[in-house]
């Protein structure tokens, strides 16, 4: 009876899958073909630009909608993005998130006026919590682009200054499983695969908002001279500077 009455079937096709944010070839494949459609089926379309190159690609914006037929069915395509409203943990949880990302995109004059980086950084933890859509909602929210980085594939720090030089202006960049990774990141940076210092990097990292990339940073050796326990505590130094920093603001 129910299919009678609304005789329509509805497919969505997300544009990121996994916990480790992989794009979906479907999903690209539907942008491609939909950008391929005349532009006078949508009304409002979306420029995007490529690095280093002169071309606009244009697709449709939000909320926009295309209708055609193939092979004798009508078909309806709607695009729509993550909003952060619809992500988070309560609609206080939601409020706090959209206050504090308004609040960074526009503190670009107070982060130089007091000499930090203009960068934010979240800490998301636990298995099926929609770690992915927060990062997908928060991206389009802001209109940043997204990237993920194999914390522990980088082998020193010109490697990271590479990746990161690469990335767009406005960008996410996602690093999973810090808490976990921390040995392994030391293994590759340090060459070595246990310390008594460990845990207590560990708790710091629990207790501190620090970005995957500046772990890296006060992780690596920055001279012959420094020995793996010289870069932990260095480490360690920068986490509690950071968690006093954060009392204090």
């Known amino acids: 009876m129910v299919n009678l009455v609304y005789p329509y079937v509805q497919i969505t096709f997300h544009e990121y899958t996994g916990e480790r944010f992989n794009r979906s070839e479907v999903?690209?494949?539907?942008?491609?073909?939909?950008?391929?459609?005349?532009?006078?089926?949508?009304?409002?379309?979306?420029?995007?630009?490529?690095?280093?190159?002169?071309?606009?690609?244009?697709?449709?914006?939000?909320?926009?909608?295309?209708?055609?037929?193939?092979?004798?069915?009508?078909?309806?395509?709607?695009?729509?993005?993550?909003?952060?409203?619809?992500?988070?943990?309560?609609?206080?949880?939601?409020?706090?998130?959209?206050?504090?990302?308004?609040?960074?995109?526009?503190?670009?004059?107070?982060?130089?006026?007091?000499?930090?980086?203009?960068?934010?950084?979240?800490?998301?933890?636990?298995?099926?919590?929609?770690?992915?859509?927060?990062?997908a909602a928060m991206a389009n929210y802001l209109e940043y682009d997204i990237y993920d980085l194999e914390l522990t594939a980088v082998k020193d720090n010109t490697d990271l200054k590479k990746l990161l030089i690469d990335t767009s202006n406005k960008s996410i960049i996602m690093v999973f499983g810090l808490l976990v990774g921390i040995q392994s990141a030391c293994y590759n940076y340090l060459d070595i695969d246990s310390h008594h210092l460990f845990e207590k990097i560990k708790c710091l990292l629990e207790e501190t908002d620090m970005t995957p990339a500046d772990v890296a940073e006060n992780l690596m050796p920055k001279s012959v001279t420094e020995d793996a326990e010289t870069c932990l505590k260095k480490l360690i130094e920068a986490l509690e500077l950071a968690k006093e920093e954060a009392k204090e603001g």
């Open 27 to 135: 999903y690209g494949a539907i942008r491609t073909y939909l950008g391929a459609c005349p532009s006078t089926l949508a009304k409002r379309l979306r420029a995007h630009d490529i690095k280093d190159n002169k071309s606009l690609i244009l697709s449709m914006d939000d909320d926009e909608e295309i209708t055609e037929e193939f092979q004798g069915a009508k078909l309806w395509w709607t695009s729509s993005s993550g909003d952060v409203s619809e992500a988070g943990n309560g609609p206080e949880k939601k409020e706090e998130i959209i206050n504090d990302l308004d609040k960074f995109r526009l503190g670009k004059d107070y982060y130089s006026k007091i000499g930090k980086a203009w960068k934010r950084g979240y800490l998301l933890y636990g298995p099926g919590n929609g770690k992915s859509s927060m990062i």
